[in-house]
């Protein structure tokens, strides 16, 4: 409790000093009245100049803030309200705004956004879907253009010119995926010109939570197809059928399943016809197994996947929207394909990765907003460096939120929601109904229909036409079905006459495991001092109380002796079922806490290779970075041959000779006589000295094509290798855990090996470099290299 205090406190705290600069903007007002339309626009000029002058920003922001508002007034005919400028603050300060659902957060990104572009860096306002980002630019973009900014759209399907303009303008609008991809994109280029994104400046995530926490374990990626036999995928899936129930064991919590070691392992055996599955031989064959019994007993069609025409396509478990074009990793997706009789696409190559954690850590400045943040403010904290600020909601908040009711059976419960749907639309009261699946969706819908309830279903098979759904999902009689948060982001305006009926009312169907998505579900009703209400239906066969904590509860409904539909009220339950909430998302935070230091080797891998891949396209001349790959070899070779452990007559000269005429040196150029007759530091010398001779006769050779040739080696030999490292990386990262040998660390191990892999990965590409450029015959100049040449450079 006291915590509690001290957290209340210091939030009310931070709303005193937010409302004391508030007032500094309002007195403003009079005067930004008065000004017409040129003069309001001339602001923005001023500004800038300003800045130039040496001015600060936060200087700026009570003029700023007032300007914007008074544009919005004229422009869209709305006047920012108090708690919205509250908000803005908050946002420019780089930290997260928690403001209710309907409270017009798109309209409080409009102040920093403004403040921030005057700098002319450019500034990212991030959304979760395509309609919000192209919504977002067209009506709030009128504020910014009014005022003289320009205004982009950075949506996927666009052309190379078009994504251009879109990053160069002052404010760009886009979603969380494609400014990631976009930078991976951008690091894959052969020429600065095919960049588009600018330095990352400053971004405003709306629906921070669901980008930022929700999605954040899951890597963007680029791939491009490797070669793979699909008959093995096959194959472990007729096995995996012909299993029976003692041959595996499930664990639903960890999300793992495995062959039991007598019954499962010895029938693999058998039907594989090997003596031992975990000879290191087998460790494909292995792998394939354990995929096809996850596809088998964990991936659950309609819930994870749906199967369209000839292709499994994800759904997203927290929004329900089908994620395009998006594939589960490392043979997944093949195994699942192979379990519903579709056809078994190519496994992919990765080209190029990175987690949405890591892409929004590198902007300078990083702000966010959402109806639900306060209960992850210590994720939020510690990964991204932002804290959570509550801003009150502009009217009393007064939806009422009903206590939880709970029935021994999931049949039980769905006929007591229908019931309470019936019930409520023979009001005409509108009712918006939230499930955890599509399976369930429609479990509910042939409910309804069987009681001739007319009802929108909005689940990921209808996303099409999810906002205008949600929209009228308050109009009078009105009952809508919808996935977790679908349609989030529209607001959801009452119908006539339905304040008077209790306004919007909300059914949940389950509990989610983190209370911010069920309150986000309460949050689409009560908007703006509107009426509304809310309750959650539960069973004892829900997930959440199923694997965390019925025991107890259905201990003490069987005390009762209550029948399958006799409900109980969940007052006394409901610190149960906030304990286990509680419980699954520290185990949540925990696991993407885990994956991000796994990330975050890779990320400085990742950092290292990108900056020298942008030295590379900003230079002319790639000469001093050549050489300097050649003298890194010289080191290597000397620290190989002749190391300094040995004594001068045990060095291998002849060797080192060989392997430097492979590499950089003419065939006799040196003797193993003249070398013998140096010391060590005499020996680097010369072999640096000779190195610098022929870079110069190549030089003389090639003319300025050696230019051409250096950059396309270069590019073309970090890209290859580099592509191969993610590759192995990524199957260290799996199989590491089984290298916790003693009491080591898995992290530390990888963390340890990968950077040995790095410097391997580095040593190989100077080899293959100067090789390329001492070596290889030129016959002609070949064609511009473009993005999508994704052929590697092959050593020989």
């Given amino acids: 409790m006291a915590l509690l205090k001290r957290l209340v406190d210091r939030n009310e705290r931070e709303v005193h000093r937010l409302r004391k600069m508030v007032a500094r903007i309002n007195a403003l007002e009079p005067e930004m009245e008065k000004l017409s339309d040129e003069q309001l626009r001339a602001k923005t000029a001023e500004f800038r100049e300003r800045l130039a002058n040496g001015e600060k920003l936060d200087n700026l922001l009570f003029e700023a803030f007032a300007v914007v508002r008074e544009a919005s007034r004229r422009v869209l005919g709305q006047r920012h309200f108090d708690v919205q400028l509250m908000g803005g603050i908050v946002l420019h300060e780089g930290r997260i705004a928690e403001m209710k659902t309907g409270e017009g957060k798109t309209l409080v990104a409009t102040l920093p956004s403004y403040l921030n572009a005057l700098a002319g860096k450019g500034v990212h ?3 979760v879907n395509d309609y919000l980002a192209r919504r977002d630019a067209e009506n709030m973009g009128r504020i910014h253009q009014f005022l003289g900014l320009t205004v982009g759209l950075n949506i996927p399907g666009m052309d190379f010119n078009q994504k251009k303009a879109a990053y160069n303008a002052d404010i760009t609008y886009g979603t969380n995926n ?47 197809p490797a070669e793979k036999s699909a008959d093995l995928y096959f194959r472990a899936d007729l096995f995996v059928r ?28 058998r039907f594989f016809g090997v003596d031992n599955l975990f000879d290191p031989e087998h460790v494909q064959l292995m792998h394939h197994i354990t995929q096809a019994l996850k596809a088998h007993h964990l991936m659950k069609r309609d819930k994870d996947y749906v199967v369209r025409g000839d292709e499994i396509v994800i759904v997203d478990e927290f929004t329900g929207r089908m994620m395009e074009g998006r594939r589960y990793s490392e043979g997944l997706h093949q195994a699942i394909e192979a379990k519903e009789g579709v056809r078994v696409q190519n496994e992919t190559k990765t080209l190029a990765t990175i987690t949405l954690q890591n892409y929004f850590r590198m902007y300078e400045k990083l702000s966010g907003m959402t109806g639900t943040a306060k209960t992850e403010e210590k994720e939020f904290v510690e990964i991204y460096g932002m804290d959570v600020v509550v801003i009150p909601t502009n009217k009393p908040m007064i939806r009422k939120d009903l206590p939880d009711i709970i029935y021994k059976t999931e049949r039980a419960k769905f006929n007591a929601v229908v019931e309470e749907i019936v019930r409520r639309h023979q009001t005409g009261q509108p009712v918006l109904v939230g499930t955890t699946s599509i399976e369930k969706s429609e ?14 279903v909005l689940n990921a098979k209808h996303h099409e036409r999810e906002a205008e759904i ?7 009689h009105a009952v809508t079905i919808a996935t977790n948060m679908a349609g989030r982001g529209t607001d959801i305006l009452l119908g006539e006459g339905v304040a008077e009926l209790g306004g919007l009312h909300i059914i949940g169907t389950e509990r989610h495991e983190s209370r911010r998505i069920d309150n986000q579900l309460r949050g689409r009703a009560g908007r703006q001092g509107d ?51 509680k419980k699954v998302e520290a185990n949540n935070y925990d696991i993407r806490k885990h994956v991000l230091r796994y990330d975050d080797v890779m990320n400085k891998q990742r950092e290292v290779i990108y900056r020298q891949r942008r030295q590379i396209l900003e230079q002319e001349n790639l000469r001093e970075i050549v050489e300097g790959m050649g003298k890194d070899l010289i080191d290597h070779m000397l620290d190989v041959y002749c190391s300094e452990e040995q004594v001068p007559e045990d060095w291998d000269i002849p060797a080192m000779i060989s392997y430097a005429e492979r590499h950089f040196l003419n065939p006799g150029q040196v003797t193993e006589e003249e070398l013998r007759r140096l010391d060590r530091d005499e020996l680097r010398d010369r072999l640096y000295e000779l190195l610098a001779a022929n870079y110069d006769r190549r030089e003389e050779e090639l003319g300025p094509f050696l230019r051409d040739l250096e950059r396309v080696v270069v590019l073309r030999t970090v890209d290859a290798k580099w592509m191969d490292h993610i590759d192995a990386m990524d199957q260290f990262r799996q199989g590491v855990h089984l290298r916790s040998y003693g009491q080591a660390d898995p992290l530390v191990i990888y963390q340890k090996e990968g950077f040995e892999m790095f410097e391997a990965m580095i040593h190989s590409i100077e080899e293959e470099v100067i090789l390329y450029v001492f070596k290889a015959t030129v016959t002609m100049a070949p064609p511009p290299v473009q993005i999508h040449d994704s052929v590697p450079v092959q050593g020989g």
């Fill in 531 to 581: 009426p509304g209400s809310s309750q959650f239906f539960l069973s004892l066969e829900d997930d959440l109380l199923r694997l965390f904590g019925s025991e107890n509860i259905s201990r003490m409904m069987d005390r009762l002796g209550l029948e399958e539909d006799q409900p109980i009220d969940a007052k006394m339950l409901t610190g149960a079922i906030e304990r286990a909430q």
């Fill in 242 to 269: 012909s299993l029976t129930e003692g041959d595996y064991e499930v664990d639903e919590k960890m999300r793992t399943v495995n062959l039991t070691e007598d019954s499962g392992v010895q029938k693999a055996e």
């Fill in 125 to 127: 306002v991030v959304t």
């Fill in 470 to 476: 949600v929209a009228r999902a308050g109009q009078p």
């Fill in 178 to 224: 494609e400014f990631g991809f976009d930078y991976l994109r951008d690091n894959m280029v052969m020429s600065l010109d095919q960049m588009v994104q600018r330095k990352l400046h400053y971004a405003i995530v709306d629906e921070v939570d669901s980008i930022l926490i929700d999605e954040a374990r899951t890597p963007l990626i680029i791939s491009g």
């Fill in 443 to 456: 479990i509910l819908s042939n409910l309804l229909r069987r009681r001739g309830v007319m009802h929108q």
